[in-house]
């Protein structure tokens, strides 16, 4: 059975910090890259930070030099650390499988909200 489920959202004034964490159900974790999304309504989700098996990161624009994804192998267990926030980063935030084609894409997690307020 896949699962994800992702914490540590809330509601945070503009440049503050949080830390979102998932962890994930699954049996081969340690290696598949994994990956944050982020969705508001009326659009469609988007990825915003990815790691690889290895550890290599990557980084959409707009959250580039301001977010940091880490994982925890033993712990099945991806971290998106967040500061500098800004308002047009409220959205719920998921995690899954970096690649959008992997069959754990049928399963999403209920997603942590985040806002921020300007």
């Known amino acids: 059975q896949v699962q994800f489920v992702e914490s540590g959202g809330g509601l945070v004034q503009a440049g503050g910090s949080l830390t979102l964490s998932c962890v994930a159900s699954?049996?081969?974790?340690?290696?598949?890259?994994m990956g944050w999304y982020r969705q508001v309504p009326g659009k469609q989700r988007e990825l915003v930070a990815s790691?690889?098996?290895?550890?290599?990161?990557n980084y959409a624009g707009s959250v580039k030099g301001r977010f940091t994804i880490s994982r925890d192998n033993a712990k099945n267990t991806v971290i998106l650390q967040m500061r500098s926030l800004k308002p047009e980063d409220t959205a719920v935030y998921y995690c899954?499988?970096?690649?959008?084609?992997?069959?754990?894409?049928?399963?999403w997690g209920q997603g942590t909200q985040v806002t921020v307020s300007s």
């Open positions: 899954n499988a970096a690649d959008s084609q992997f069959d754990w894409h049928d399963y």
């Open positions: 699954v049996n081969t974790f340690s290696h598949n890259a």
């Open positions: 790691i690889s098996a290895g550890g290599r990161t």
